[in-house]
């Protein structure tokens, strides 16, 4: 089969999928009022953004970071756009204690949990492959150990409520990324662990959703510093890539594209033309402003 037939049957089973899942149950902002959600990476970004439009449709809400001063003026934020209630927990993935500590106070808080959004990342480098393995280590620790950790404190609750976990993760995740080779493989563990969980919850009619959220460039502070002049492909709005992150946990999908269009042909494309998606990935980089650092 040609290239341009395989992207042909490609699209056409795009559209289909479109018209099959625009028929499921609509969004209701109100389907979050009066759920109590734990948010991590709470402080900025992504996660900043989640915990403002959950705050808008009437949500409990437990957020954490490591910076409290950040995490006291998104929660007075989020009492004033309307949250049901809004408190926070200060300390570091790293520590699988904190973990367990986050999920506790839930449980202290509200005696249940009805989604656990599962977001923030340790700090990394955008550049080639370091060889430094206590990098590597660290970085398993805080992007998937932790959301482990969590997972498995809160699975009692989630169980009692038919809660959801929702999975923050990227196309790095499913696709490999130059100057990203510690951070992907954190990704691509959390998509073995929550795709594998996902069918044995099916099997023991475990009633707990879990949504994998595979994200393209967004444009967070963090993310802009990352790739400044390095990456050519336009960022898509953090505001708008929270509600869709909100909207897929709320609907109990098992995955959810952002921007659509950027990341799903991609990953359909994938294992059809591994080649030519490699290379589509590499002409996105600069190498010009790859610094040497
Ligand atoms: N932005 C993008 O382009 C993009 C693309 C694909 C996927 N994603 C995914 O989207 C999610 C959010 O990304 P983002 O761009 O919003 O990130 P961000 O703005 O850098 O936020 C990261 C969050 O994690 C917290 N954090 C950092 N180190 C931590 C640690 N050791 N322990 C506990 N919390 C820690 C940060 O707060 P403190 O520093 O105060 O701890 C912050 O709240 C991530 O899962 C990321 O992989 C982002
Ligand atoms: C939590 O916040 C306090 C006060 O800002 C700070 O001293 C402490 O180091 C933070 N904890 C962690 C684990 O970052
Ligand atoms: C599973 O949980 C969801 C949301 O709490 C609920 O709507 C649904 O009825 C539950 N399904 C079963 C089979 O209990």
């Known amino acids: ?37 734990i948010v991590t990476g709470a402080s900025t970004g992504i996660g900043e953004q989640i915990a403002y439009h959950l705050a808008r449709m ?52 509200w005696g249940s949990l009805d989604m656990l959004i599962l977001n923030h990342i340790g700090k990394s480098y955008f550049n080639y492959f ?6 590597v280590q660290k970085l398993m620790d805080i992007n998937f150990l932790s959301y482990v950790t969590m997972t498995i404190s809160a699975l009692p609750m989630l169980k009692n409520s038919g809660g959801s976990i929702v999975v923050v993760s990227s196309m790095a995740g499913k696709i490999g990324f130059p100057f990203t080779v ?11 662990f929550f795709s594998s969980l996902r069918q044995e919850f099916v099997m023991q009619n475990t009633n707990v959703s879990i949504t994998l959220c595979i994200l393209g460039l967004i444009n967070t502070e963090s993310a802009m510093k990352a790739v400044s ?7 898509a709005p ?13 609907l109990r999908q ?29 002409k996105n980089y600069n190498m010009d402003n790859l610094k040497q650092d």
């Open 1 to 37: 089969m040609s290239l341009l037939q395989k992207i042909l049957i490609s699209l056409v089973g795009m559209v289909l999928a479109f018209y099959f899942y625009s028929g499921k149950e609509e969004f209701k902002p109100e389907m979050l009022k009066g759920k109590r959600v």
């Open 58 to 109: 009437g949500s409990h809400l437990l957020i954490t970071a490591r910076t409290e001063a950040q995490l006291q003026q998104v929660v007075a934020q989020c009492l004033e756009l309307g949250a049901a209630s809004a408190r926070y927990i200060n300390g570091s993935m790293e520590d699988m204690k904190f973990a367990q500590a986050v999920v506790k106070k839930a449980e202290e808080l």
């Open 130 to 135: 370091d060889w430094d393995i206590r990098h």
């Open 182 to 192: 510690t951070y992907s493989a954190t990704k691509f563990a959390l998509h073995g």
């Open 229 to 235: 002049g390095r990456f050519t492909s336009p960022p």
């Open 238 to 250: 953090k505001e708008e890539c929270a509600l869709e992150i909100i909207k897929g946990g709320a």
């Open 254 to 282: 098992r995955e959810v594209y952002y921007r659509y269009m950027d990341t799903k042909i991609f990953t359909v494309l994938r294992d059809w033309a591994p080649e030519f998606i490699d290379y589509l990935i590499r």
